[in-house]
């Protein structure tokens, strides 16, 4: 079957800890994307990458960092700098038309992580 | 700042009805809209996509949009139940811009 995958479903984080949330896709995408959603709000993008070995910060990467070592992998590690991590991440790909374009994003399941 | 609004609702109406959600842009040069339906504490799932000016229909779904008013708007005729649920919409940027989206809950 097509599709993203993401692990673990649910993560528990003690304070100070560094934390890497898995994302993966075989859906031949060329771009990959991580946003987070906070409950009753919309989603934000942290980071984006287009094609393999380069990735863009989004409108929140402050405490996130990630890498894009292979085209079906985009792991998100969130660091002990991200003050408020508790929040519900969703990872997505799509094709590539530029801006404005018309590819289409497809959501995976999602990672809901939890700081103790 | 590029912004999409949206009004959260939570949006009521009975079993058969049409449901109208509403949604605006900033970015006037925004090309491509999607609507997706996210159930609580599950992913966005996409219903539709529009780039050009008017209607766009799918099954019970109704996309409409009017870029000289920057609005796009999702209509669902015959609601059921099983659409309760929050409606993001997004504007195609770089990645997706979303609205914070709309609560709709349709009872029976």
């Known amino acids: 079957d097509g599709g993203i995958t993401q692990s673990p479903k649910y993560l528990f984080r003690k304070e100070g800890q560094n934390v890497t949330l898995s994302c993966e896709q075989n859906?031949?995408?060329?771009?990959m994307y991580w946003y987070r959603q906070d409950p009753g709000q919309g989603l934000r993008l942290i980071y984006y990458?287009?094609?393999?070995?380069?990735?863009q910060k989004g409108d929140i990467a402050e405490g996130y960092s990630v890498s894009r070592e292979k085209k079906e992998s985009f792991p998100l590690t969130v660091t002990s700098a991200q003050k408020n991590p508790t929040a519900f991440y969703l990872c997505?790909?799509?094709?590539?038309?530029?801006?404005?374009?018309?590819?289409?994003?497809?959501f995976g399941p999602g990672t809901r992580l939890t700081v103790l | 700042q590029k912004e999409v609004e949206q009004n959260s609702g939570p949006l009521s109406v009975p079993e058969g009805a049409i449901a109208s959600l509403n949604c605006t842009y900033s970015?006037?040069?925004?090309?491509?809209f999607f609507w997706y339906r996210q159930y609580s504490g599950k992913s966005p799932e996409l219903i539709m996509s529009?780039?050009?000016?008017g209607d766009k229909e799918d099954g019970r779904f109704t996309a409409q949009l009017n870029k000289a008013s920057q609005y796009v708007s999702l209509l669902i005729r015959d609601s059921q139940p099983s659409d309760s649920a929050t409606y993001l919409c997004?504007?195609?940027?770089?990645?997706?811009?979303f609205g914070k989206g709309t609560t709709l809950s349709v009872s029976s």
């Open positions: 997505a790909s799509s094709t590539i038309q530029g801006f404005g374009g018309t590819d289409t994003q497809y």
């Open positions: 859906l031949n995408h060329d771009a």
């Open positions: 990458s287009q094609i393999v070995n380069d990735f």
């Open positions: 970015d006037r040069g925004s090309q491509s």
């Open positions: 529009i780039y050009s000016n």
């Open positions: 997004a504007v195609r940027g770089t990645a997706l811009i």
